[in-house]
């Protein structure tokens, strides 16, 4: 698991991300992201619509 820090761009706060995954998902400026929040888990999930995988903030399984 990465450690990414949140930035500040304009008035909003962001997350970037590496760039490996920006060219193993072919990410480009102007994508639709389609963002699943689960506050439960503390969980944030982003899916590229046009691109055929999934790519998901969270890489290690929950302890139950």
């Not at 761009?9 to 102007?30: C, H, R, W």
């Not at 899916?47 to 790519?55: A, D, K, T």
């Amino acid at each position: 698991m990465q450690k990414r820090k949140v930035i500040k761009t304009g008035n909003s706060l962001a997350l970037t991300i590496p760039s490996s995954l920006i060219t193993t998902f072919d990410v480009k400026k102007g994508d639709l992201v389609l963002v699943n929040i689960d506050k439960e888990n503390a969980i944030i999930t982003y899916q590229f619509p046009s691109r055929p995988r999934q790519l998901s903030l969270v890489s290690e399984d929950k302890e139950e």
